[in-house]
């Protein structure tokens, strides 16, 4: 019997180049995490109250934002921030073409339309121009993406913005600590809403939380964000508290529990060492990736700091036999786990219907065609990159052109 070839791809009947499967993602929970949680699932209070009071005014003062409401998700954030600028229908919000689907659903269930602009290939947040050009008189707000862990071009969009009178709600799913020359991420436009999703570089399991610098603003938020009640539960049932209250709007069910908000107080106490466990991560493959024939680094815009929630390469698809997800397929027969951010919007069936087709989207789709997010946590090790990076250029390797 033969010795099975080791440069032979897995997928190909090759020995894999890691026995055991790397993640693209393990969550960093700690036991100061686990005992901040069991102190709040012991204190007899587990649903709004002061954990979750705290964990707002701690986001607050990290961003350097007046106000922050904690909720149970960043696609309930985005909704609420449009809720309370008032969109509605008739209006239009012009959003990225290369995004999660909530960030346009959160569009569609405030009653107005979508618009997808396309994206820019630096930070691959949407591209000013196409900003300007997909404005017409019913644009209400603008709804950019700081994607993966850095600032889109913030600046040109708040400029564009601000020269015709509309809003700007920003998705910051990914972007927790992100800067642009030294201002956080969450106090540019409007409103910011953050994820604290399970893979997010901040973390409650799930959850969320908006930042904005404009105290009515923040009153409609927390209003609507609670049944739209007069006061919450907290200071209902709390010893001062009584059991009056009165509904001023009709409101939504979106609050933060103070079981999830022990875990996100945690986690922001250290959330500055888990993003420089990621930026190790980035550093270490960027500098094996950098002079490969077959794959294309993502680019850091000056005066961005990148917190490195994703980790994008492209493929050189001129210089392989195979496709992307042929690659991604050959990956995971190397037992390494990795993902696509995003398939592009106008591509799912519901919104193809209505929206543009992909001819209108050219830097999304050459993206999308190319796009790799390869495993980045912060425990993530340096031998964990070499199996990476190993497994990518032996099946470069393999299905090269030449
Ligand atoms: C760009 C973007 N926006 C919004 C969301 C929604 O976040 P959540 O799961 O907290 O609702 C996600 C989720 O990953 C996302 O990637």
Redesign the pocket.
């Known amino acids: 019997m033969t010795a099975p070839n080791k440069q032979l791809p897995a997928i190909e009947g090759g020995v894999p180049v890691r026995k055991e499967s790397l993640p693209f993602y393990r969550p960093s929970v700690d036991e100061t995490d686990v005992e901040l949680v069991t102190k709040t699932l012991r204190s007899g209070w587990l649903t709004l109250g002061p954990v979750t009071f705290d964990l707002e005014r701690e986001l607050a003062r990290y961003l350097g934002a007046a106000h922050v409401i904690a909720v149970n998700?960043?696609?309930?954030?985005?909704f609420l921030a449009l809720k309370a600028l008032g969109v509605g229908p008739g209006d239009e919000v012009v959003t990225s073409a290369m995004?999660?689907t909530?960030?346009v659903t959160a569009i569609i269930h405030a009653g107005a339309t979508p618009v997808l602009a396309d994206i820019e290939n630096e930070t691959f947040g949407v591209a000013p121009d196409e900003l300007v050009k997909r404005t017409t008189p019913k644009t209400r707000v603008f709804m950019p993406?700081h994607?993966g862990g850095q600032a889109c071009r913030i600046d040109e969009v708040l400029d564009i913005a601000g020269g015709r009178g509309i809003g700007v709600v920003e998705?910051a799913?990914?972007s927790f600590g992100a800067s642009f020359d030294g201002q956080k991420v969450g106090t540019f436009g409007d409103i910011t809403?953050f994820?604290?999703?399970a893979?997010?570089n901040l973390t409650t399991g799930?959850?969320?939380c908006l930042s904005t610098a404009y105290e009515e603003l923040a009153d409609k938020l927390r209003l609507l964000s609670y049944h739209g009640m007069s006061h919450g539960s907290w200071s209902r049932y709390a010893d001062r508290g009584s059991w009056y209250y009165e509904v001023d709007v009709p409101g939504y069910k979106c609050n933060m529990s103070d079981m999830l908000s022990a875990l996100g107080l945690s986690q922001l106490r250290r959330v500055d060492q888990l993003t420089a466990g990621r930026r190790d991560v980035a550093q270490w493959f960027a500098a094996r990736l950098e002079d490969s024939p077959y794959f294309e680094l993502s680019r850091v815009r000056s005066g961005n700091d990148h917190t490195w929630h994703l980790f994008v390469v492209r493929l050189r698809l001129d210089r392989l036999t195979i496709d992307r997800d042929q690659f991604i397929r050959a990956l995971a027969a190397e037992n390494i786990g990795c993902s696509v951010?995003?398939i592009p919007i106008y591509r799912h069936p519901y919104f193809r219907a209505y929206l543009d087709d992909s001819e209108s989207y050219p830097v999304c789709e050459d993206y999308f065609s190319r796009c790799v997010s390869l495993p980045i946590f912060p425990s993530m090790q340096e031998s964990d990159v070499d199996d990476v990076v190993s497994a990518m250029n032996r099946i470069a390797a393999y299905y090269s052109v030449s």
């Open positions: 998700s960043c696609s309930a954030a985005m995004t999660f909530s960030t993406v994607f998705d799913a990914h809403a994820s604290f999703y893979t997010k799930e959850g969320g951010h995003f």
